[in-house]
């Protein structure tokens, strides 16, 4: 039986409907407005009911940027979206009119995460971490085949690690937090202060964007990176230094077989990768000792977060309750 995965963002939601092998077999998008939630109660409906004319499905999984309470009813906090306390799931079965509809709730980190597990380079492993590289630094982990949420379901909030005392304001409100080094917005901070500071050695990367500071993206520094520009080259191994050195860390704590690394920045591939491979295994405690785990590119792209929901979604409809088992068993 099908299952419909949502994919919610600031601006637009996504939604397909997902077999049972992950695959997405139609798809739709609507736009939404960040600051009415009702608005995106009423356009998943809409959404749902536009694929529900060609298509059956048994249950709706909600991917949410936000903390997602432990029940995965609600949204308790989302910093792009008006909902605070927002009881999503509940919203989405009223817009829809079917109360008795299996409707779940998961952090879309997580649900990319899963999605990754299930279908995705990580399919043959059994303990993961999957790091979302976007504006912020999203992330999953996934133990023993069982999707960790801890007490409350606000666990792997990894991004929010504090690496630097004192470091760069976050959006969380603390300072110095891993994604602040180790996340789109931060490459994009880095390349705009070397444009700043050293515009000669910036000269490609300014060219690009017609001589405007505010103009640059991530996309604009693995470009000049791809065409060997040396500034483009050393922002992204930054980047991977970032990423690579605080895998090592994680390791020390929750020893995963593997790392997926999935959001924008995997574009630039190994440009990202091998600093990231080369300042793990510099960085890891005993290393020597023990298993490398591998660093590898998500597969999945953008529709990660609509494959994962729908299949958290299937397995709860199916009893198998969010990290009360491995989906592949």
């Not at 996504?14 to 356009?43: L, M, N, Y």
Request: hydrophobic letters at 45%.
């Amino acid at each position: 039986m099908h299952a419909i995965g949502v994919d919610i963002g600031g601006t637009k939601i996504a939604v397909g409907v997902v077999d049972e092998d992950g695959r997405i077999v139609a798809k739709t998008r609507r736009k939404t407005q960040p600051e009415d939630a009702a608005s995106i109660d009423v356009a998943i409906a809409d959404a749902v009911a536009e694929l529900a004319s060609d298509h059956e499905f048994s249950a709706i999984g909600l991917a949410a940027a936000g903390f997602v309470s432990s029940d995965r009813e609600r949204v308790l906090f989302a910093p792009n979206i008006a909902w605070r306390e927002y009881p999503l799931a509940q919203r989405v079965r009223d817009a829809i009119g079917r109360d008795d509809l299996t409707v779940v709730v998961e952090n879309d980190a997580n649900a990319a995460g899963w999605a990754e597990f299930a279908f995705g380079p990580a399919r043959e492993a059994s303990s993961v971490i999957m790091l979302t590289i976007g504006t912020g630094l999203g992330a999953a982990i996934i133990s023993d085949g069982k999707l960790v949420r801890g007490s409350e379901g606000f666990a792997a909030e990894l991004g929010h690690l504090r690496v630097v005392p004192g470091g760069h304001p976050c959006g969380c409100g603390l300072k110095g937090c891993w994604e602040q080094y180790a996340s789109g917005s931060a490459l994009v901070r880095e390349a705009k202060r070397a444009a700043h500071e050293r515009p000669v050695r910036a000269a490609g990367l300014l060219r690009l964007v017609g001589g405007e500071l505010e103009n640059i993206t991530g996309p604009d520094v693995t470009k000049i990176a791809e065409d060997g520009d040396d500034l483009g080259i050393e922002l992204l191994t930054e980047l991977g230094r970032w990423i690579g050195e605080g895998a090592a860390s994680l390791s020390a704590a929750l020893d995963p077989e593997m790392y997926v690394i999935g959001g924008g920045v995997v574009a630039a591939g190994d440009m990202i990768l091998e600093p990231a491979r080369t300042a793990y295994r510099e960085h890891l405690p005993a290393a020597g000792h023990r298993t490398i785990a591998p660093i590898v590119a998500a597969s999945m792209g953008n529709d990660a977060g609509i494959v994962g929901a729908a299949e958290l979604a299937r397995l709860d409809l199916d009893g198998n309750r969010i990290g009360a088992g491995d989906a592949r068993a």
